[in-house]
């Protein structure tokens, strides 16, 4: 089975802190995603990257950056928390076979700016 | 642009009822779509999934899905709820290869006794 795997589950942090959330995959996939949720929202795309050291924006990349530097690890950084972004943040992964894509989840880590 | 509406944000069922989680998608190619859950505090788990073929898709835990190209929809239906089921629903849609998913804003299901 695909294993995603996210640093912490819970995580609080300071405004102005940099903050630092770590996804690793152990199925050799290309492709990894961070995602925010908010309630009412669903789940908003913020990165994602296709390749070590390449990557894209989502949907939502104001006041955060990533860093794929290994194959398996997917890192998103806030460099500077701010309260609007406490919020449940989710890594996937994606596997490509033929001519579909299935995206595989970690388990999220729920994050609050204080 | 790729849009995806779950029109319920909440449904209640009763326990052994049947369920309906609607799912309307706007795409301009041919889709592909997806069911997602989310159980308390866990992250999400693919359901089922529908790239071509055959219109009714069968998923895991007693789960399938419709296609239906004319509604532009891909309505979620159990036919027996379970406790276990209450979590929240969400459908996606995509296409072919290397595409970014479009996630609706989910549905929360609440199963009484």
């Known amino acids: 089975d695909v294993k995603v795997t996210q640093s912490s589950r819970y995580l609080v942090k300071r405004t102005g802190e940099k903050v630092f959330l770590e996804c690793v995959q152990d199925m050799d996939h290309e492709n990894m995603f961070w995602y925010r949720q908010d309630p009412g929202l669903g789940l908003r795309l913020i990165y994602f990257s296709y390749d070590v050291k390449m990557k894209e924006k989502g949907d939502i990349p104001e006041g955060y950056s990533v860093s794929r530097e290994k194959k398996e690890r997917f890192s998103l950084i806030l460099e500077s928390a701010s309260t609007n972004q406490t919020s449940m943040y989710l890594c996937?992964?994606?596997?490509?076979?033929?001519?579909?894509?299935?995206?595989?989840f970690g388990p999220g880590t729920r994050l609050t700016v204080l | 642009a790729q849009s995806v509406t779950q029109p319920d944000i909440h449904i209640t069922v009763s326990e052994g009822a049947s369920l309906e989680l609607r799912c309307n998608y706007s795409y301009g190619a041919t889709p592909y779509l997806f069911w997602y859950v989310q159980s308390p505090g866990q992250g999400l788990q693919l359901l089922l999934k529908y790239f071509s073929g055959d219109t009714l898709v069968q998923g895991i835990k007693g789960f399938e899905a419709e296609f239906k190209r004319s509604q532009s929809s891909f309505n979620l239906r159990k036919p027996s709820v379970h406790w276990s089921d209450a979590a929240e629903y969400f459908c996606?849609?995509?296409?072919?290869?290397?595409?970014?998913?479009?996630f609706g804003t989910g549905t929360r299901l609440l199963v009484s006794p």
């Open positions: 996606a849609v995509g296409g072919p290869g290397f595409q970014k998913l479009v």
């Open positions: 996937a992964s994606l596997r490509q076979g033929g001519s579909y894509n299935e995206q595989f």
